[in-house]
């Protein structure tokens, strides 16, 4: 059983930036981080391969936010840029053995409890 903790969300003015990062308590493989506002289904954000050398983005956030990873220390960043109100959300880390659809909620075994992210305009 992997254990996942977010940290790094906040409030923010619109332009501005955050790191969230995510915690895992073993070795994981594509990790990935969604998001979900209120009112509204969960959606994809961004994930990584093991290696790092995939990375798949969301459109909306492409050019704006970044993931990397750190396998020494178990754990995966999502820098985020020029921030808008419409990012607003809980942001949510994911870990899973998969292979191809890394955009899909449904391949991940492992979730954190999420970390809010408030974008003020």
């Known amino acids: 059983q992997v254990q996942l903790v977010e940290s790094g969300g906040g409030l923010v003015q619109a332009g501005g930036s955050l790191r969230l990062s995510c915690a895992a308590s073993g070795r994981t493989f594509t990790m990935a981080w969604f998001r979900q506002a209120p009112g509204k289904e969960r959606e994809f954000v961004s994930a990584i391969t093991w290696s790092g050398g995939s990375t798949r983005y969301a459109d909306s956030v492409k050019g704006r936010f970044t993931i990397s990873r750190d396998n020494a220390k178990n754990t995966v960043y999502l820098q985020m840029n020029s921030l808008k109100p419409e990012d607003t959300a809980v942001y949510y880390c994911?870990?899973?053995?998969?292979?191809?659809?890394?955009?899909?909620?449904?391949?991940?075994?492992?979730w954190g409890q999420g970390t809010q992210v408030t974008v003020s305009s």
């Open positions: 994911a870990a899973g053995l998969v292979v191809g659809n890394s955009h899909m909620a449904g391949v991940y075994d492992y």
